[in-house]
T-cell receptor, first 113, second 115 residues
């Protein structure tokens, strides 16, 4: 069964600190993996998208890694800011051209001053 | 501001009302989507339009009726909804698969409450 599991479910860190969010998936075949940020009451915003041949991709203070062999991905946030408080969702696309996406349940991140 | 615009932002309606949700994008995307998102859950796919034609209906009840008048607009017509239909309704768009691994662009949604 295609699944995406994220950990931790929630995380609280102090402003300025770094953190890493985890994503494990059992989706096959695999086309790409996306990380989205969703602020409360807003739509998801794409942070990174990686195909199986990419190991890392950065977007400002966000760096995503992908290990297609172990089917694991991580999202590292550097020097966190209050505006980073949001849900971070890992999403896997099973194959190119397939509209179906497998969504993780998300990690709720809270940045405290 | 997002590149996908949804109106209204909030909607409260009774179970006997008829209303419509609207979505608009001007990025030239030819695939458009409707999602339903309940609190603290990931979005659930409802409908997919490809080149203005309905390509996927995820077994959505007929009280939800999608419409794609042109390549920039997507509507969701609502009729005789139930209280459990209260949720955030998200619209998204993306270039078709032939244009590479592009992410979906989401609007900020319509918060729907059924009384």
């Amino acid at each position: 069964k295609n699944q995406v599991e994220q950990s931790p479910q929630s995380l609280i860190i102090l402003e300025g600190k770094n953190c890493t969010l985890q994503c494990n998936y059992t989706v096959s075949p695999f086309s790409n993996l996306r990380w989205y940020k969703q602020d409360t009451g807003r739509g998801p915003v794409s942070l990174t998208i990686m195909t199986f041949s990419e190991n890392t991709k950065s977007n400002g203070r966000y760096t995503a890694t992908l290990d297609a062999d172990t089917k694991q991905s991580s999202l590292h946030i550097t020097a966190s800011q209050l505006s980073d408080s949001a849900s971070y969702i890992c999403v896997v696309s099973p194959r190119v051209g397939n509209y179906q996406l497998i969504w993780g349940a998300g990690t709720k991140l809270i940045i405290k001053p | 501001d997002t590149e996908v615009t949804q109106t209204p932002k909030h909607l409260v309606m009774g179970m006997t009302n008829k209303k419509s949700l609207k979505c608009e994008q001007h990025m030239g995307h030819r695939a458009m989507y409707w999602y339903k998102q309940k609190a603290k859950k990931p979005p659930e796919l409802m409908f997919v339009y490809s080149y203005e034609k309905l390509s996927i209906n995820e077994s959505v009840p007929s009280r939800f009726s999608p419409e794609c008048p042109n390549s920039s607009l997507l509507n969701l017509h609502l009729h005789a909804l139930q209280p459990e239909d209260s949720a955030l309704y998200l619209c998204a768009s993306r270039p078709l698969p032939g244009q590479g691994n592009q992410p979906q662009h989401f609007g900020d949604g319509t918060r729907l409450s059924i009384l």
